[in-house]
Nanobody, 125 residues
Framework: QVELVESGGGSVQAGGSLKLSCAAS????????MGWFRQAPGKQREGVAA????????HYADSVKGRFTISQDNAENTIYLQMNSLKPEDTGIYYC??????????????????WGQGTQVTVSS
């Protein structure tokens, strides 16, 4: 059974930084992929970043490129999302997710198999 547990959300002023963590249990394998999606009030869930656990290849949404960095700690089965230069439009619930076979992993949230409970990120102007 796969379990994903996020932590690290909070409130910050625009221009600030936050780092999210997602600890995974029951999900191992070099071909596996994990990622982050977010959902703002009244909006659809959107892909933010993803990382292939074997080779470390990454994907980013255009809106976060150059500001966010996804990384992994294989020994701890944990992924991270370092968020810098945060903007009010980054506000939302951030969800950790695991396992998709979609070659464009940030395109559809429905292609992912496992989800965490989410952590709130609030950026004030």
């Amino acid at each position: 059974q796969v379990e994903l547990v996020e932590s690290g959300g909070g409130s910050v002023q625009a221009g600030g930084s936050l780092k999210l963590s997602c600890a995974a249990s029951g999900y191992t394998g070099s071909s596996n992929i994990m990622g982050w999606f977010r959902q703002a009030p009244g909006k659809q869930r959107e892909g933010v970043a993803a990382i292939y656990l074997g080779g470390g290849a990454t994907h980013y949404a255009d809106s976060v490129k150059g500001r966010f960095t996804i990384s992994q700690d294989n020994a701890e089965n944990t992924i991270y999302l370092q968020m810098n230069s945060l903007k009010p439009e980054d506000t939302g619930i951030y969800y950790c997710t695991a396992h998709t076979i979609d070659p464009d992993p940030l395109r559809y949230s429905s292609t992912w198999g496992f989800w965490g409970q989410g952590t709130q990120v609030t950026v004030s102007s």
